[in-house]
């Protein structure tokens, strides 16, 4: 409900004139700064984009690609991770390889069968979004850097419950969006961007937000922000970015590592009982595992809706349904799930 009425407030002031352009700023940069307190990084390494797959495109067209450049993804990617690298690849003229995935997982040995001294990008979810794998970015980041490229991040399924840092992972750049377990508004994001290689990401788009001297508003040559805000084209949607701040306020006073714990302690709930009934799950080891639950209950499109119509809310992805529970979840509340699956 914070969210909630933080949007609604806003609403409100601006139906009565109430507010300002500085107002406007401090909160985007509070929303910035959170950021690098929930996934570890700084201030200057983030950008606001209206959703994952922009902030995707803007590293992807961003980076420079020699005519013998490869760009490496898998097969389990949600298509806002691979229809841009299918598009770059083809509009550059380079190649796209895709890493063949087995019972839900694209572990690093089946990258490293991939990666060689030509591999410019390797991209992927550190959550994957139907099977619920988590990966070992950390020894992905190690494995491509050795050979000059770069590490990019779908964060969208990891944002939120994750006990993450994106800087010590080695992630190179990430994108993700609110909608999911961030718990804000649809249509709200970000890009990061590591300090370290801001020079070497060049925006296609610029627009009077990604430029210095913003409210200078006479024609002059213009300097491109050093930061990671050289990615903010034009105006934010700001009813949805007051919505996220708030998420983000939420979210920061419960621990990140409580947040993990609690979320995955769900998960591991509903696997022990999905075990004693006999549906089988994707079962990852332990460092592969996220709060994502991706199972095959019989009956899958009709149980789907009953457990819709009983106000429990799942997903069916890839012939699979996958349950998600967040760390706000309960016990009882895997319970009266597992009684619907029985």
């Given at each position: ?29 509070k ?16 950008g ?35 229809v ?5 690849a ?29 591999t ?10 139907a099977?619920?794998?988590r ?9 491509v850097h050795?050979h ?8 969208i ?16 750049f990430a ?37 210095k ?25 700001m ?11 939420v979210?920061?006073k419960?621990?990140n ?17 999905l075990d ?6 994707y079962?990852?080891e ?5 709060p ?10 009709d ?8 106000k ?10 996958r ?10 509340e895997i ?8």
């Open positions: 409900m914070a969210t909630i009425n933080a949007i609604k407030q806003y609403l409100d002031n601006r139906v009565n004139a109430k507010g300002n352009f500085q107002e406007t700023k401090k909160s985007l940069g929303i910035r700064e959170n950021l690098g307190i929930l996934l570890g990084g700084k201030f200057s390494e983030f606001l984009v209206p959703n994952t797959s922009l902030g995707l495109n803007m590293i992807g067209h961003g980076i420079e690609y020699s005519e013998d450049a490869n760009i490496v993804v898998c097969d389990l990617e949600f298509p806002a991770n691979y841009p690298w299918q598009n770059i083809k509009l550059k003229g380079i190649e796209l390889r895709v890493v063949k995935s087995e019972n839900g997982a694209a572990s690093i040995d089946k990258f490293k069968e991939k990666i060689d001294e030509n410019r990008v390797v991209s992927v979810s550190l959550v994957q979004f099977s619920g794998y990966s070992d970015t950390k020894a992905l980041a190690d494995e050795k000059g490229g770069y590490l990019v991040a779908d964060i399924q990891a944002a939120g419950w994750a006990d993450i840092d994106l800087n010590k992972m080695g992630i190179d994108s993700a969006q609110a909608a999911k377990w961030l718990v804000g508004p649809i249509g709200v994001g970000f890009i990061y961007v590591n300090e370290k290689l801001l020079d070497t990401l060049t925006p296609k788009f610029l627009g009077w937000w990604s430029v001297d913003q409210e200078e508003f006479s024609y002059f040559e213009r300097e491109i922000i050093s930061d990671a805000r050289k990615f903010e084209v034009g105006s934010p949607s009813v949805s970015y007051v919505g996220f701040l708030k998420s983000l306020e979210l920061l419960i621990p590592k409580d947040r993990e714990s609690a979320a995955v302690a769900n998960a591991d709930h509903l696997r022990k009982q004693e009934l006999g549906v089988s799950f079962d990852f332990k460092t592969h595992r996220s994502i639950v991706s199972c095959t209950p019989p009956n899958i499109e149980l789907h809706k009953k457990l819709t119509e009983a429990i809310h799942c997903s069916v992805r890839n012939g699979r349904l349950v998600s529970p967040h760390f706000y979840n309960t016990f009882e319970d009266r799930l597992v009684e619907k699956i029985r």
